[in-house]
């Protein structure tokens, strides 16, 4: 239904000075373009003030009144922001419902309401005993129909949410001495909000020990919006779901504090950066929160082959708005940026991986890592060349796949053949079982990465030069002695096709027992 003049959205920029005078402004839809009477150089300081009329939407989507849920305020994306400046220029992209890309800064903001409202929001509330509402041990009184402004700092964010309603319940959790973490929300009949308090401190903590410390002292869950969206210090979930999706969803959106809120790369061009990486350690810590005995990648792994296979896949160096699906879209931002991270955990070892991982938050905190500044970190901590695996995995559709067989024996020994079937190279992890229970893993470096990752006792074999199709290399029993050869068995390479992956092909295995005839 089209919505009524008095229920649409809109902000008017009333008026722009730049130190004081008036600048030349126009409005392009949803970008304002400014012609600067100064301009604004490097080291240079100049204050903006702007003066705008915005009127609050019936919320569709992320912002607006009366959400579904009928959470009265859930304010994002409520005032004009600065585009981003960066190395490359300006990236004054029209807001097309898709992704953001903001500017650093301290803000402070004073919010006026009723004072029977309880705000929720970004930053640190300045006066908590005047206020009340949960911020403080002590209540405080207001009068009904009062009017109640609150103050609130946030230090070096790149945006800033709110929500309010006049019903919310607000609890507050520690995670140490030096974190804190709200929760507001309308109604708990199953009480799902108390039991997702504790495993939203754990979330924390996990994530505070294997990507870097969460450097603000506050964190608030609230509810309000639609879905799940992140903001700095804050989130917007809806609450009609189960306690395992509204953990799942708190731990998504939390994750973002690291994964774009403090390491805030270019969601547009990058969304792979953000959703990817949030969407893998998501998964991880998800394992650790609610165990289940399924691979917590797996189906991640699976979306990502089911795209490949329906055609529609874009690689992931497109703009996330010139993207011709959606579904090609979230699908590689989320599915295909985690496999990039879990892939690449693969191909320089598990060790150096979670170094690296450290060392690009504390590296990259407050900043705006792009693609390269991620690959020399983990470069850098591997020793391992990486250029390869970006300009295959992010910059084509190509597609990895590798079979293996038993070409009978060299003298007594077993000769193992590779295939190289797709068009991605990898290195190898190859484990090779034999009948009497024993087994011996052998490593194929690729040529391209200079090196070898170090994970396990495995044989090293001489490198595989790309170009070539097929490697073949014996091992030093026979091949009667064999039960099986398997091309990574930890499954971290996506690759396309599992079914030549394995000696003997799963299917021949399940084959009924052959009756050998003797000699009577
Ligand atoms: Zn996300």
Redesign the pocket.
């Known amino acids: 239904a089209a919505l009524k003049l008095d229920e649409i959205g809109y902000q008017k920029v009333r008026s722009l000075r730049q130190n004081g005078k008036p600048v030349r402004y126009h409005v392009e839809d949803t970008i304002l373009e400014v012609d600067l009477p100064t301009p604004v150089l490097p080291g240079s300081r100049h204050v903006f003030d702007m003066e705008f009329d915005a009127q609050v939407p019936l919320q569709i989507r992320r912002t607006g009144r009366m959400n579904k849920e009928g959470i009265d305020y859930s304010m994002a994306q409520w005032y004009p922001k600065m585009s981003e400046y960066d190395y490359e220029g300006w990236h004054a992209n029209p807001y097309i419902a898709r992704e953001f890309y903001g500017v650093w800064g301290d803000y402070d903001v004073k919010i006026t309401l009723d004072a029977s409202y309880v705000v929720a929001a970004t930053g640190y509330l300045q006066d908590p005993e005047k206020i009340g509402h949960g911020y403080s041990p002590k209540k405080a009184a207001h009068k009904p129909g009062s009017m109640l402004t609150w103050h609130f700092k946030a230090p070096n964010v790149h945006d800033f949410v709110w929500a309010a309603d006049p019903d919310y319940t607000h609890d507050i959790a520690k995670v140490d001495d030096n974190l804190e973490l709200h929760f507001f929300y309308q109604h708990d009949s199953l009480g799902n909000w108390k039991q997702l308090q504790s495993y939203a401190v754990d979330c924390f903590k996990l994530m505070n020990e294997k990507y870097g410390r969460y450097p603000y002292k506050q964190y608030s869950i609230i509810q309000g919006g639609d879905g799940?969206m992140?903001y700095p210090m804050a989130t917007l979930v809806t609450s009609g779901r189960s306690l395992g999706a509204l953990v799942s969803v708190m731990v998504?959106?939390s994750v973002?504090s690291w994964f774009q809120m403090l390491l805030g790369n270019n969601e547009s061009k990058y969304g792979w950066m953000?959703?990817g990486f949030?969407?893998y350690a998501q998964s991880e810590i998800m394992a650790k929160l609610m165990p289940s005995p399924l691979d917590p990648h797996v189906r991640t792994y699976a979306a990502y082959r089911d795209l490949v296979r329906s055609g529609l896949e874009e690689p992931l160096t497109t703009h996330a708005d010139h993207f011709e699906t959606n579904r090609a879209y979230s699908i590689a931002a989320?599915s295909k940026g985690a496999i990039f991270l879990h892939q690449l955990s693969y191909i320089i070892g598990k060790e150096a991986f979670d170094v690296g991982m450290k060392r690009y938050f504390n590296e990259w905190k407050y900043k705006h890592p792009n693609p390269n500044d991620f690959k020399r970190i983990m470069e850098k901590v591997s020793g391992l060349e990486l250029d390869w695996y970006l300009e295959n995995w992010i910059g084509t559709t190509k597609t990895i796949d590798y079979g293996v067989g038993v070409a009978g024996d060299d003298n007594g020994r077993a000769r193992i053949v590779i295939s190289k079937k797709g068009t991605i190279p990898m290195p190898l992890d190859i484990r090779v079982t034999y009948k009497d229970g024993g087994e011996q893993w052998y490593y194929i470096p690729l040529d391209l990465m200079r090196g070898e990752k170090k994970e396990r006792d495995a044989i090293v074999l001489s490198d595989w030069g790309w170009t070539y199709p097929e490697y073949a290399f014996t091992v030093n029993r026979p091949s009667g002695d064999i039960r099986s050869v398997e091309i990574d068995p930890s499954r971290r390479m996506a690759d396309l096709d599992l079914s030549n992956n394995r000696y003997p092909a799963p299917a021949q295995e399940k084959a009924l027992p052959v009756l050998e005839g003797a000699e009577k």
């Open positions: 799940g992140e998504h959106e973002h953000d959703e949030t969407n989320y």
